[in-house]
């Protein structure tokens, strides 16, 4: 049974620091893994998906990784911003129709 | 862009009461799913459908709860007697037809409130 979990389940960072979250999954037959982002109260921004033959995914300040190996991913934001203040969620895919969430890390960038 | 919208945004509902929850999924996706977040919890999966059945149902979606995709376009979640712990926020989302690349589209969400 896949189980989800990310660290640190809260950070709170000044303006202009790189950062990394981390998210592991105990089964590495996943077919793709996908960061999202949720302010509070609202729905779930996709960020960035990496199926499982990539290493790496970029979207602007924010670049993913996988290995599935070691059934870890990492999301790494650069240069941060008060705005990327939100609570940001992993889902890993194993083709068991559905996607297993994480329980999210909530980001606190403090200007 | 295609998305996946949702309705109503809100729904409050009194115990014991049915609701409807809509979902218009992106227009070729071929694969529908349901999730909850309860506040302050993960999000959790319902259930998918596919072919006009059920694929998979989590330990969640018990008798209480029915999917539909009564025309077409709209793919609906039913709870027929609401409970206080129905109370959550309810995701919509759709995938493609490649098996294996499946990435799920969510829409906004409904915060259903059952008092």
């Known amino acids: 049974k896949q189980e989800v979990t990310q660290i640190p389940a809260a950070l709170s960072v000044p303006e202009g620091e790189n950062l990394v979250l981390n998210c592991s999954f105990t089964?590495?037959?996943?077919?793709?893994l996908q960061w999202f982002r949720q302010d509070p109260g609202k729905g779930l921004t996709s960020l960035l998906l990496?199926?499982?033959?990539?290493r790496e995914q970029t979207s602007g300040r924010l670049n993913a990784s996988l290995d599935k190996s070691s059934g870890r991913s990492t999301l790494y934001i650069a240069a941060s911003q008060p705005g990327d203040s939100a609570t940001y969620l992993c889902?890993?895919?194993?083709?068991?129709?559905?996607?297993?969430f994480g329980t999210g890390t909530r980001l606190k960038v403090l200007a | 862009e295609p998305e996946v919208t949702q309705t109503p945004s809100h729904q409050v509902t009194q115990m014991g009461q049915e609701v409807i929850l809509r979902c218009v999924p992106i227009?070729?996706?071929?694969?529908f799913y349901w999730y909850r977040q309860i506040l302050g919890q993960k999000v959790e999966f319902l259930v998918s459908?596919?072919?006009?059945?059920?694929?998979?149902k989590s330990e969640i979606f018990d008798d209480q709860f029915s999917v539909e995709r009564p025309d077409g376009s709209n793919f609906t979640l039913k709870i027929r007697s609401t409970k206080l712990e129905d109370s959550a926020m309810y995701f919509c989302?759709?995938?493609?037809?490649?098996?294996?690349?499946?990435?799920?589209?969510f829409g906004p969400g409904t915060r259903l409130t059952v008092l």
């Open positions: 989302a759709s995938s493609g037809a490649t098996s294996g690349r499946n990435e799920q589209f």
């Open positions: 990496i199926q499982s033959s990539q």
């Open positions: 889902a890993a895919y194993s083709g068991t129709y559905k996607y297993i």
């Open positions: 227009s070729n996706h071929l694969y």
């Open positions: 459908f596919y072919n006009n059945e059920i694929s998979e």
């Open positions: 089964d590495s037959a996943i077919y793709n």
